[in-house]
């Protein structure tokens, strides 16, 4: 492994993909069922609102790399608890982060700053994506599949 891919898998990662979190099948909610041919990531994200608005329970299965697998565990610590509105806008930043220029800035973003790497592997940024607008396919509570193409 090179050192910039070794950075790229960095503790948080792999620890993520090790033990992912919240990596269960949710019954009772939404869900949407998300695809990146360019890997073969596939992931389904399920999700309940709560009465007032909010993420109160969100998930994830499926199978791909260890940077899709971990940026979906990240993604579902990241967004329980948060309104839809608020999700929404983790994501746009998120985006931002990892289509960023390689030496520009990273926003504050917690433990999403692990996957801040992928912006200078522009292959992987759709691994790390993927849960995010899966996510979101979920939100709008659309059954189709979504792919990252
Ligand atoms: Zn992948």
């Given at each position: 492994m090179s050192a910039e891919l070794d950075d790229l898998y960095q503790e948080v990662i792999l620890d993520h993909n090790r033990r992912p979190r919240n990596f269960r099948r949710l019954e009772g909610g939404q869900h949407a069922e998300g695809f990146n041919p360019l890997c073969g990531d596939r992931l389904t994200v399920y999700l309940q609102i709560d009465d007032e608005g909010r993420i109160g329970d969100v998930s994830f299965q499926g199978s791909g790399c260890a940077i899709s697998k971990a940026s979906a565990s990240l993604m579902t610590d990241s967004v329980k608890g948060a309104t839809v509105a608020e999700a929404a806008r983790l994501f746009d930043r998120f985006q931002q982060m990892i289509t960023g220029p390689a030496d520009g800035p990273i926003d504050r973003l917690g433990k999403l700053?692990?996957?801040?790497?992928v912006r200078r592997f522009p292959v992987r940024v759709k691994c790390a994506s993927l849960a995010w607008h899966t996510l979101r396919a979920a939100l709008e509570a659309n059954e189709g599949m979504v792919t990252t193409e």
């Open positions: 700053e692990a996957l801040a790497g």
